[in-house]
């Protein structure tokens, strides 16, 4: 294996913080709304690490060695930062209503993989990745395991919960710059696909005014994600609970 696979000591200590954190709500050790915001933007930059190391993996295995070069195979918050998508545009998201935006950067050679089957595999991976994350998430209420003894814990759990589906189904949203465009662009006509590339710089803008000035597509979203989740036996009460803990600024 090349020097790229390791574990960088920046994601042991994310897992730490969200270990301790977890432990502390679940245990009540300490009855505080900042746990629980702790706890969760933890679980939430582990779970962007995760979905960013699923498209270096992919790239890897497709032939873009370089990945491993730039550090994207060592779990590194740090490797998959940019300004605006990692930070800004995450954040906004989040304070309009528990919207999980995967905001990472992993930089793909794409003229070095092997083919374009393995270009939409490349932009499915990410996806993979949250959806491994939200099925960890998501077993303790398919089971049962929830309870009001630990109210605060399975409050901000099932808030992660929530936040990786609503990424999930963001991502595949067929939006240039989106991961779910990424999947379709190696089988679309160059025209159209040309067409795209010279929206791809303003996806995530077109994706914020969408959701802040069309109300009813932010409304068929969240009734969708709604529903889902209420299949998926995910409380919505320990969401809504979660979210106003973690919003402790505004208590």
């Not at 919960?161 to 710059?177: D, M, R, Y």
Request: with cysteine; aromatic share 18%.
């Amino acid at each position: 294996m090349r020097s790229g696979f390791r574990l960088s000591p920046n994601f042991g200590l994310l897992v730490a913080i969200a270990a301790l954190t977890g432990a502390v709500a679940y245990l009540g050790l300490i009855s505080s709304n900042l746990t629980v915001f702790l706890f969760v933007a933890a679980g939430w930059i582990i779970s962007l690490c995760l979905h960013e190391f699923g498209h270096a993996l992919a790239a890897y295995f497709g032939g873009d060695y370089t990945v491993a070069d730039q550090g994207y195979l060592s779990l590194d918050p740090l490797k998959y930062t940019h300004p605006v998508l990692s930070i800004v545009f995450p954040l906004i998201f989040l304070l309009m209503g528990g919207i999980g935006l995967p905001g990472g950067a992993v930089y793909i050679r794409y003229d070095l993989l092997y083919s374009r089957l393995w270009r939409g595999l490349v932009s499915a991976a990410g996806p993979l990745g949250t959806l491994a994350c939200f099925i960890v998430l998501w077993l303790p209420f398919f089971f049962g395991w929830a309870d009001l003894e630990h109210v605060e814990f399975w409050a901000a759990w099932a808030l992660l919960a929530f936040l990786q589906l609503t990424a999930l189904f963001i991502n595949l949203l067929p939006i240039p710059g989106l991961d779910g465009y990424g999947i379709l662009e190696p089988w679309l006509p160059y025209s159209i696909a040309n067409t795209a590339n010279a929206i791809r710089p303003y996806g995530f803008l077109i994706l914020f005014l969408l959701f802040s000035y069309a109300p009813f597509v932010s409304n068929a979203f969240f009734s969708f994600i709604f529903n889902v989740a209420g299949l998926l036996r995910v409380d919505l009460g320990f969401v809504s609970l979660g979210f106003d803990l973690f919003r402790f600024w505004s208590s």
